[in-house]
């Protein structure tokens, strides 16, 4: 079965600093992975994707991770943290049931908390 | 084009009661799927919908079922509604039942007490 795995509930950086918030999947298959971002009592708002092309994926608001198979991880980097990025960021793998179609299954989150 | 939208944005309902929570995807998408977010975790999937038919279910139990109409709205009933049932519902279109990119609504939050 296809599953994520997010290491670190919380995640603190400094504006400015590196962001990086890790993944690690498990998946019999080539995945597709994606990372998706939520504000506070908002939806899912979908950052970047990786779909078996290039292993370096580039996303929204300078965004990008890098699909690594030798260590079955996909983290989710940012070179310098914005105040406006804090918010809770979800690792998720697309399922793909025999005779049915794509479900996603998302890790439990990591909070990223920015400060001054 | 419209994005996803959810109805309604928050609901209180006491244990015993049923609810029906709405969706509308977004313009062109014929798919819609339908996820549980309880507080502090990951959403969990409920079950899909294309052309008006369930096309897969998640871990969840009868009580959760689902419609979706002809212009690709849906909505998701809840009955006999338990205390664990208080979450963030989210409701995903995507274009077709393969593809990969859904685009996820604001959500309703349900409290149940």
């Known amino acids: 079965a296809q599953s994520v795995t997010q290491l670190g509930s919380h995640v603190s950086v400094s504006e400015g600093a590196l962001v990086l918030l890790r993944c690690n999947y498990s998946?019999?298959?080539?995945?597709?992975l994606f990372w998706y971002v939520q504000y506070p009592n908002q939806g899912l708002q979908l950052l970047l994707k990786?779909?078996?092309?290039?292993?370096l994926v580039k996303g929204i608001n300078g965004f990008e991770a890098e699909f690594k198979k030798s260590e079955t991880s996909f983290h989710l980097t940012k070179p310098s943290a914005h105040m406006s990025d804090a918010a809770e960021y979800f690792c998720?793998?697309?399922?793909?049931?025999?005779?049915?179609?794509?479900?996603?299954?998302f890790g439990t989150g990591t909070q990223l908390k920015v400060e001054l | 084009e419209t994005g996803v939208t959810q109805s309604p944005t928050h609901l209180i309902k006491t244990r015993g009661q049923q609810v029906t929570l709405r969706c509308s995807s977004q313009?062109?998408?014929?798919?819609v799927s339908w996820y549980q977010q309880a507080l502090g975790q990951g959403p969990q999937f409920i079950f899909q919908?294309?052309?008006?038919?369930?096309?897969g279910r998640g871990n969840f139990p009868p009580r959760f079922s689902g419609l979706q109409f002809p212009n690709y709205s849906s909505e998701l009933n809840v009955n006999a509604l338990e205390l664990d049932d208080s979450a963030l519902y989210l409701c995903?279109?995507?274009?077709?039942?393969?593809?990969?990119?859904?685009?996820f609504g604001p959500g309703t939050r349900l409290t149940v007490t």
């Open positions: 995903a279109s995507s274009l077709g039942t393969r593809a990969y990119e859904q685009y």
């Open positions: 998946s019999s298959v080539p995945p597709y």
């Open positions: 990786y779909t078996s092309a290039a292993t």
């Open positions: 998720a793998v697309i399922r793909r049931d025999p005779g049915g179609g794509n479900k996603l299954t």
């Open positions: 313009s062109g998408h014929n798919t």
């Open positions: 919908y294309y052309r008006e038919e369930e096309n």
